[in-house]
């Protein structure tokens, strides 16, 4: 789930197409200081890994952001979020009592 986004330029694409919306890979490609190719090996690894997907539009590719696999992600994510927010909790009154 996660090999998709393990690259940091891979992650600053999503974090654009979270900002901007649907983005053609011309566009996506002037954020970085790489060749298109290169941007486009990532894009295409995002849309496998199925975090973006590309509409054709004449002669573009325009990305956009998959929601699916972020609303899975976060699903799994919520089991962890509340084992660390208990042990958050327990440590903040532990504190309090050390005080």
Not at 29 to 51: C, I, Q
Not at 53 to 75: C, I, K, S, T
């Amino acid at each position: 789930m996660f090999a998709g986004l393990a690259d940091p330029t891979r992650m600053r694409i999503v974090e654009l197409l979270a900002e901007h919306g649907e983005m053609p890979a011309g566009r996506v490609a002037e954020h970085f200081d790489m060749t298109r190719a290169a941007v486009s090996r990532h894009l295409k690894t995002l849309e496998a890994s199925g975090f973006v997907v590309v509409r054709e539009d004449a002669q573009r590719r325009l990305y956009r952001l998959n929601p699916g696999p972020f609303v899975e992600m976060d699903a799994w994510l919520a089991r962890y979020r509340r084992f660390w927010g208990e042990k958050f909790a327990a440590l903040h009154h532990h504190m309090e009592d050390d005080q």
